[in-house]
């Protein structure tokens, strides 16, 4: 199964009770920055979110849906949000995104022009 390890993961906060304040402040924040250098390597069919935006999304018949604007994690699946001449929103799932080609700046996907 694919995955994609968020930045979010690697951060834990634990209130301690000299250090309330400052805690407290980054609690309260939406999102955490992370050097990419601190940022462990992927496993193979890993990715950091972070390196699939922008990437161009084509189908099984070379048709260009568009790029991926964003992600949105659901409970679920993760979903490409994928901004075209319309946006789409393609499931992150081995059935659907059958090649993440990051170096060549390319997400293989099975879904119609249509869809």
Known sequence: MWSLPRTSALVS???VPEET???RQ???CRE???AR???PATAE???YWSDLIGLSVLNTEQQILGKVK????TGVNDVLVVQGERERLIPFVPQVVLEVDVAAGTIRV???LDW
């Open 110 to 112: 099975e879904w119609g």
């Open 45 to 47: 069919n890993e990715y």
């Open 13 to 15: 906060i634990r209130l």
């Open 32 to 34: 955490v920055a992370v």
């Open 26 to 28: 980054l609690a309260s």
């Open 21 to 23: 304040s400052p805690c």
């Open 70 to 73: 964003e992600l949105l994690e």
């Open 37 to 39: 250098d601190a940022l």
